[in-house]
């Protein structure tokens, strides 16, 4: 809290977290009650400034406001080192709730997102946010410098297209988009873009032109909007997966019981759907 990490001077995401929970909300059968503000972080890197910044050891908060799950990777050495980077597990003395981490190994693919997000939903459920914010960082596409994940902008299921597509038409929150990572300068401008598009109801097609401008020739060899996918090696094996859909369901059934026995009966219901 006391200095700036990696290219985040200015802690943005929580500051708008911090806006967004100050909110109140009429619920029909409780009454007022505070926000409730679900961070959705998708940069290849652990979101080490707002999971510390809202981070509860033991899960202590009596009436939490504010949901933080990061995907990122994580390895020996990779940026940034943090003990809340591991996959959340709610045996460890330590456990918040509320502050989750789900690592991917080397080579995600779109396959593996697909797999994983019923267990990203299975917690927003649970949580009932009020508000998303959600940091698009698009350092995990394929063609990134880091070359880590395989990831794509296109359609096809589990891309980030269609996680985007997920939460701002099917999750019904208000949400605010945010930028991160991204280090491929013309991928970052064409999933920025088609994120935007997204955000407006009106999706541009992968295949769309590049339109002429100073940087066109960097947009070759495709010169479309669209980020194929990577070919690397998927290191994310079924057994790993399979772990990671077990963990978030124990963690769902946690949340659901931390916010009150009267929403646990529908909040289950809602997971089993």
């Known amino acids: 809290k006391s200095k700036a990490s990696g290219f985040c001077y200015v802690a943005d995401c929580v500051l708008a977290i911090l806006l967004l ?136 299921e589990g891309s980030l297209s269609w996680c985007l597509s997920k939460i701002l038409h099917i999750w019904q929150c208000k949400t605010l988009l945010v930028g991160g990572g991204g280090y491929n300068h013309p991928n970052a401008a064409r999933a920025w873009t088609h994120l935007t598009s997204l955000a407006l109801r009106k999706p541009l097609p992968m295949t769309a032109d590049i339109p002429d401008h100073p940087a066109f020739p960097l947009y070759a060899p495709s010169f479309t909007l669209d980020v194929p996918p990577g070919h690397s090696q998927d290191l994310n094996t079924d057994a790993y997966l399979s772990e990671v859909e077990t963990r978030f369901a124990e963690i769902a059934d946690i949340i659901c019981r931390v916010l009150g026995n009267d929403e646990v009966v529908s909040c289950r219901s809602e997971l089993n759907a």
Request: charged fraction near 20%; hydrophobic fraction near 40%; aromatic fraction near 12%.
């Open 21 to 156: 929970k100050k909110d109140r909300i009429v619920d029909a059968e409780a009454g007022p009650r505070k926000a409730r503000v679900m961070y959705l972080d998708l940069d290849l890197h652990f979101s080490d400034g707002v999971s510390q910044a809202f981070y509860s050891p033991g899960g202590a908060s009596n009436e939490p406001q504010v949901l933080t799950l990061s995907i990122h990777h994580t390895s020996l050495g990779f940026f940034p080192v943090s003990q809340l980077s591991s996959l959340s597990d709610c045996s460890h003395h330590s456990f918040d709730p509320f502050t989750l981490s789900l690592p991917l190994a080397r080579g995600a693919s779109d396959a593996t997102f697909a797999r994983i997000w019923e267990s990203v939903e299975s917690v927003k459920n649970a949580f009932r946010p009020d508000y998303v914010v959600v940091q698009c960082g698009v350092d995990g596409l394929a063609g990134d410098p880091y070359a880590v994940w395989n990831w794509s902008l296109g359609s096809s």
